[in-house]
């Protein structure tokens, strides 16, 4: 099945500082999200991007479909956007599961 | 509009005992999907419905466990005999077939602790 990898596993950010993660995946895909668990232990959907470029806010999301990687970048870092974030994609004749990475893990300090 | 709920949103339980989980999908959701979620670890596909049909199921999902949806709108997930290695968040999940290659909404979770 298709593989997926996401960077930094831990992140640890000041306030106000931006940051850059990345997902990384093993074959072409149908779709592509971006969730943000809280600490209760829901998933948060971002961005359904499985290819281009899509803004909401202080959050971006990248997706280079051929080239096989995702981006999602946060500016101006808030203590609130402490938590999980995941990717999450779909491929092939699987268009029903979704397969996540493990996950990137974001401290935000005051 | 309300999004997907689960009930109950804790259950701590007895090796031995069997536990029941429900899950409500986004109402026009035709496909429901069940994940487990352990320490540490990303979401994994269990099984999953479109309408009453189930189509799919992993290797996760041992003998033990047994998931429903009669009526095509909600869906319980049963675990027999539970074990301590069944202490996990278990997730459900909605979407409208066809609608941007089936993207998916999750509920709370249900956190499942087996002593």
């Known amino acids: 099945g298709i593989q997926v990898e996401q960077s930094p596993p831990d992140l640890i950010l000041q306030e106000g500082a931006n940051s850059t993660l990345r997902c990384n995946f093993s074959?072409?895909?149908?779709?592509l999200q971006w969730f943000h668990q809280n600490p209760w232990g829901q998933l948060i959907n971002l961005f359904y991007?499985?290819?281009g470029t899509k803004q909401n806010g202080r959050l971006s999301a990248t997706t280079v479909a051929t080239e096989r990687y995702s981006l999602l970048y946060i500016s101006s870092s808030q203590t609130t956007d402490s938590g999980v974030y995941f990717c999450?994609?779909?491929?092939?004749?699987?268009?029903?599961?979704?397969?996540f990475g493990k996950g990137t893990l974001l401290t935000v300090n005051p | 509009d309300t999004g997907v709920s689960q009930d109950p949103r804790h259950k701590i339980t007895k090796r031995g005992q069997n536990v029941t989980f429900r899950c409500d999908p986004i109402?026009?959701?035709?496909?429901l999907y069940w994940y487990r979620q352990t320490l540490g670890q990303g979401p994994e596909f269990l099984t999953y419905?479109?309408?009453?049909?189930?189509?799919?199921k992993s290797r996760l999902l041992s003998d033990r466990f047994s998931a429903e949806r009669p009526k095509g709108s909600f869906s319980t997930l049963e675990i027999q005999r539970t074990e301590q290695g069944d202490s996990a968040m278990y997730l459900c999940?909605?979407?409208?077939?066809?609608?941007?290659?089936?993207?998916?909404?999750f509920g709370p979770g249900t956190r499942l602790t087996v002593l």
């Open positions: 999940a909605s979407s409208l077939l066809g609608f941007r290659n089936n993207e998916q909404f």
């Open positions: 419905f479109q309408n009453e049909a189930q189509l799919e």
């Open positions: 991007i499985p290819s």
């Open positions: 999450a994609v779909n491929s092939g004749g699987s268009n029903y599961k979704l397969t």
């Open positions: 109402s026009e959701h035709n496909r």
């Open positions: 074959d072409s895909v149908n779709n």
